[in-house]
């Protein structure tokens, strides 16, 4: 049964960082592409769901959204069969809640998601 759990949302300040975590099971991270994606406050869940950042399976691209490069890393640990997000230097826009997602694309099956608030 595959299931993803999110977890390491907060409420944070301006410039703080978090490391959002997705744990995976009936699957492999590691022969999967995945992708986080946001739903920011009052956005639709389907139709305004931004993906954040992706990684590939075959040789680990990565791809990340203007508005968050430079500042958020993906990764995934195959032995523990987890993706990450590092969140750095976060701004209120980042306020959403985060999901990881089961391809690069952003549309696969989620989680239920973690919510990240950045505010002073």
């Known amino acids: 049964q595959v299931q993803l759990v999110e977890s390491g949302g907060g409420l944070v300040q301006p410039g703080d960082s978090l490391t959002l975590s997705c744990a995976v099971s009936g699957f492999r991270v590691s022969n999967t592409p995945m992708s986080w994606v946001r739903q920011a406050p009052g956005k639709d869940l389907e139709a305004d769901l931004e993906t954040v950042s992706y990684i590939l399976s075959r040789d680990s691209t990565t791809s990340y959204t203007d508005s968050v490069k430079g500042r958020f890393t993906i990764s995934r640990d195959n032995a523990k069969n987890m993706l990450y997000l590092q969140m750095n230097s976060l701004k209120p826009e980042d306020t959403a809640m985060y999901y990881c997602?089961?391809?690069?694309?952003?549309?696969?099956?989620r989680g239920q998601g973690t919510r990240v608030t950045v505010s002073s």
């Open positions: 997602a089961i391809g690069s694309g952003g549309r696969g099956p």
